[in-house]
């Protein structure tokens, strides 16, 4: 028994030792076989390797187009810049523009902001293709450019804004715009006249259109795009109107219907803001609803005051305008936003009461703080100028307004004052003399009857002016000229005269020797500030 045993053990000892000799062999097959593998990895990314290295240049590979563009052998630069010029010559190509079968507009796609959607991004991504990903990726990406060009395509798109500007000057003039609801006045009735809708372009969405167009195998042609419109309500409406019915405030002067320019002045500046909306939290400018005041726009030269002296300038007279439309505002209690006084009194109304305007230095301006529309209404009648103010009363019936003007101070010039001006000789206009006032603007109210609260709405300051004669002094004759000149030295009226008698070479009378359209005195007079500080506009 025992000697069996240890053949067995013996046996075992040589199993074990075989199994272990299997066990290498087949580790030392395997490593053998992972070597081999390894080596061929190695040998295959060797040859890679030294396959793609010869196109790590700095210029695009062989077989790339951008579009229509060939940009092989580029470089970023070129590439880029080689883009900027096919984009300029498609940008001569024009787009037609049509809302339908009859009404349509041409604009160049350069008008119209052509542009690549990312310029730079096209030409990394092209100067980056065989060069990225793994050297398999990038061996087979340049194997494949031997037999077929690889194709970047160009997404072009429109800058919002050009469009917009070509939609606003070849597009607008062909709509139908929103017609806004208006008001009129027949008699004591106040009309509305209904709005109408009308059609507005959708920039964005047209802009989206077009480029439908150009990402769909555009070549830089000409093509034809059907612009996306909507119907746009109009801004105001018969509804928001509905309610002016009531009168807040008027106020009338007198400016004497005589025909002269001031009149003319007067007139027309009324005309122009007769009928004016003002919509709740939107500021009035009297300045800009008068517009330009000259010929072409209805206004006549009319006496302007300039440092003491009447000039003629076009407009001369619109402050009265202003004016009266100023103290219907005050009595609608609407929010004054500006209000600059003259430099001198006027006749039409008390001091502090007035309100000049003059260009860009002085205007009238007011807001609308009222919850609802309101309407202006001027007329001319009689030698009178009124401004009525319509909306929706909702003051207490019990409530009153009253404005009422106090002198401060008064100072007088008795002086007289002669100045030359560029007029005819036997020309010779008197300005009475003003005198020179602080008042101020009370704003009384009362409820019931009874006064309930007083305050000052402003304090103004107004230059006293000597009694002013405005002398001509222009001749072809010289020696007339200059005697002219020298009799205004002696500052006396007589001598003044006897030289104009002179000059002229008959008898002055005011009849011969006044020559100007219009003979002005302390009620048509006219006045304004400059921005130098000299007085230029009319009253």
Not at 34 to 56: D, G
Not at 393 to 412: G, H, M
Request: proline share 3%; aromatic share 8%; charged share 25%.
């Amino acid at each position: 028994m025992w000697g069996c045993g240890k053949d067995m053990a013996q046996m075992s000892t040589r199993r074990k030792k075989m199994l272990a000799r299997r066990r290498r062999r087949r580790a030392m097959i395997c490593g053998l076989v992972l070597a081999a593998i390894l080596l061929v990895y190695l040998v295959i990314q060797l040859f890679l390797f030294f396959s793609v290295r010869k196109y790590n240049t700095n210029t695009i590979l062989e077989g790339v187009r951008i579009g229509t563009l060939d940009v092989s052998g580029m470089t970023q630069k070129e590439a880029l810049a080689a883009l900027d010029a096919q984009l300029a010559s498609y940008g001569g190509a024009a787009l037609t523009m049509k809302l339908d079968d009859t009404r349509s507009a041409d604009a160049a796609y350069a008008e119209l902001g052509l542009k690549y959607r990312d310029e730079k991004a096209l030409v990394n991504e092209a100067m980056n293709y065989g060069r990225t990903k793994s050297l398999w990726s990038r061996y087979w990406a340049i194997k494949k450019l031997k037999k077929e060009e690889k194709v970047f395509e160009p997404e072009y798109t429109l800058t919002k804004k050009s469009v917009q500007a070509m939609v606003d000057e070849r597009i607008a003039p062909l709509l139908n715009p929103p017609v806004n609801a208006t008001l009129s006045r027949s008699g004591e009735t106040t009309v509305v006249n209904e709005g109408t809708p009308g059609e507005v372009i959708d920039t964005a969405a047209s802009i989206k259109s077009v480029e439908k167009i150009l990402n769909k195998n555009w070549k830089g042609e000409a093509a034809t795009v059907m612009l996306a419109d909507t119907e746009q309500e109009p801004e105001i409406t018969g509804k928001d109107l509905s309610g002016i019915q009531d009168l807040l405030g008027a106020y009338t002067t007198f400016y004497s219907a005589d025909g002269t320019g001031h009149a003319q002045n007067v007139e027309q500046g009324a005309k122009n803001i007769n009928g004016s909306l003002v919509m709740p939290g939107e500021t009035f400018s009297t300045n800009d609803t008068i517009g330009p005041e000259d010929e072409e726009h209805g206004f006549a030269k009319a006496g302007s005051y300039e440092n003491g002296t009447v000039v003629q300038t076009f407009g001369g007279g619109v402050c009265q305008v202003s004016t009266t439309l100023y103290n219907a505002v005050l009595l609608a209690e609407l929010e004054v936003v500006q209000r600059d006084q003259h430099s001198m009194v006027v006749a039409y109304v008390e001091p502090s009461m007035d309100a000049a305007i003059a260009d860009d230095v002085k205007d009238f301006k007011f807001k609308n703080n009222l919850e609802n529309p309101i309407y202006i209404e001027s007329t001319l009648q009689d030698g009178n100028i009124t401004f009525n103010i319509y909306g929706k009363e909702t003051r207490d019936p019990n409530r009153t307004v009253e404005y009422l003007s106090e002198t401060l101070d008064t100072t007088e010039d008795e002086g007289e004052k002669f100045v030359g001006v560029d007029q005819p000789i036997g020309y010779l206009q008197v300005i009475q003399a003003y005198p020179g006032i602080s008042a101020q603007l009370w704003k009384i109210v009362y409820e019931n009857g009874e006064e309930v609260s007083r305050d000052v709405v402003n304090t103004s300051h107004y230059q006293a002016t000597p009694l002013t004669y405005s002398i001509g002094t222009t001749s072809d004759d010289q020696t007339a000229a200059a005697t002219v000149v020298s009799a205004m030295a002696s500052k006396d009226l007589e001598t003044i005269k006897a030289a104009i008698q002179q000059a002229l070479g008959q008898e002055y009378t005011a009849a011969a020797g006044n020559t100007a359209d219009d003979t002005y005195t302390d009620s048509t007079a006219a006045d304004a500030y400059a921005a130098d500080g000299t007085d230029t506009t009319g009253y």
